[in-house]
């Protein structure tokens, strides 16, 4: 006789057999599952109105993302155009107690967090079912309460970057000392890098940043992006008199964590506006000039804003030689880069720096070599015409260069739709 199966391991592996996982695993081919010339939908699961993606889009096409109503998170989701969308908790037969934050390029991996235990996991999708590997966190025994004055220590981990392999881990682990009306007082926050073989390994901090952080001073890391196990990008943002401060880090097997991208006094790094090619090669970001923070000479009647600037810096090349400053054209301010493809390309939201409307703000895509093209005019191009569609948000741009993953409004129904568009064509694949 059989044993029996249970229900729920029943449907996964029926799932994971006949669907998702196998249209979605393409590393060794590093094939997409798109067609050229295509639009795409992100359709939400039933019962809810509205879908967002949280990630870029894989070369693999898969796509991680959240279908929800207006009153809440919603439920998230995996997307690829050969199965639509799933429930992550249904594909990866776990509950809704797991928060994802990446996946593989095969989808076979994800990392995030458990709510239960507030500590980082990695999941690996299997024949019957998951697994979940608690990540556990740092120690930081040097970090302890005065437990005679009433303090206690809480400690908490995440994972925020898988690497395509779905091998090496990435995230922050948290100690926090609280004192007896839980107030808190101090707190540390480190990188960790993990892998099966060696597990959870701290990778310290940046020379001439603050160790552990008091009340005020908030330090925080940004891990842009770890394509591969021996390499990562960030920034450590340090919350100083009322204003965002980010120090531009890397990691590496080889030489540890560095301070990197300096671009001197008279520029801030724009806070969460940074990224890094698949390849490693290019970064792209947006910076604040400090020195002159507005327009000296906007139109009349109009309320300027700060001033920015944005960049792309080959980091194959020597030292700055590599830095590129995408053009600004009078009264333009770039204050969003949203992706950029291992070839330079990248995606940028600029607006008049007197606008504070959305009707002034624009998406353009750059390159050094084919200057800048009209993003939104492609993409409004490649809507069904029977659809009353405007642009709400731009996501990011796949790895290859080929593919936007942005959210429409429709005027009529007032659903917000996440969509992918090849920009190779603006043929429609429309739902239903």
Not at 140 to 146: A, G, M, R, V
Not at 181 to 190: A, G, N, P, T
Not at 278 to 305: H, K, Q, T
Not at 330 to 354: A, Q, R, Y
């Amino acid at each position: 006789m059989l044993p029996k199966i249970p229900m729920r391991s029943l449907i996964a592996l029926l799932l994971i057999g006949t669907g998702f996982l196998e249209s979605c695993h393409a590393q060794s081919a590093r094939t997409s599952n798109f067609a050229p010339n295509s639009f795409y939908w992100v359709s939400p699961l039933p019962e809810t109105a509205h879908t967002s993606s949280n990630l870029n889009l894989s070369n693999s096409s898969s796509l991680l993302g959240n279908s929800y109503n207006g009153g809440g998170p919603g439920e998230q989701i995996l997307w690829s155009p050969s199965t639509g969308t799933m429930k992550a908790s249904t594909y990866y037969d776990l509950g809704s107690s797991i928060v994802f934050n990446d996946i593989s390029e095969d989808v076979r991996s994800a990392c995030g967090m458990n709510r239960n235990s507030d500590q980082a996991i990695r999941v690996r999708a299997r024949w019957g079912g998951s697994t979940v590997e608690i990540l556990g966190v740092l120690s930081h025994e040097d970090l302890q309460p005065d437990v005679s004055q009433g303090q206690y220590r809480v400690q908490f981990s995440v994972a925020d970057r898988i690497d395509t392999s779905g091998n090496v881990v990435f995230g922050q682990s948290t100690t926090m000392i609280y004192d007896a009306s839980e107030i808190l007082i101090k707190d540390r926050v480190e990188l960790f890098r993990w892998t099966s073989e060696a597990g959870m390994i701290g990778l310290g901090f940046l020379p001439g940043t603050p160790t552990d952080t008091e009340v005020g001073l908030k330090s925080n890391w940004l891990i842009d992006d770890a394509n591969n196990g021996n390499q990562l990008l960030g920034f450590s943002t340090l919350w100083v008199n009322g204003d965002y401060r980010s120090v531009p880090f890397s990691w590496s097997v080889q030489n540890g964590l560095q301070l990197q991208f300096v671009f001197g006094p008279r520029y801030a790094i724009s806070f969460g506006q940074h990224h890094l090619s698949e390849n490693g090669r290019y970064l792209a970001g947006s910076v604040r000039v400090i020195d002159a923070p507005y327009d000296e000479n906007p139109p009349s009647g109009s309320n300027p804003v700060q001033i920015h600037y944005a960049f792309v810096w080959d980091l194959w090349q020597t030292g700055r030689s590599g830095l590129r400053w995408v053009p600004r054209e009078e009264h333009e301010n770039i204050p969003k880069v949203h992706g950029v493809s291992v070839s330079g390309e990248v995606i940028l939201t600029v607006k008049d720096d007197w606008g504070t409307n959305p009707v002034f703000q624009r998406r353009i895509l750059w390159s050094e070599i084919a200057g800048r093209s009209d993003l939104d005019a492609i993409i409004n191009s490649s809507y069904p015409q029977h659809l009353a569609l405007i642009t709400e948000k731009v996501y990011g741009l796949s790895p290859d260069g080929t593919r936007v993953v942005g959210q429409s409004l429709n005027l009529e129904t007032n659903a917000l739709l996440a969509f992918v568009v090849d920009l190779r064509g603006t043929q429609q694949q429309s739902p239903d």
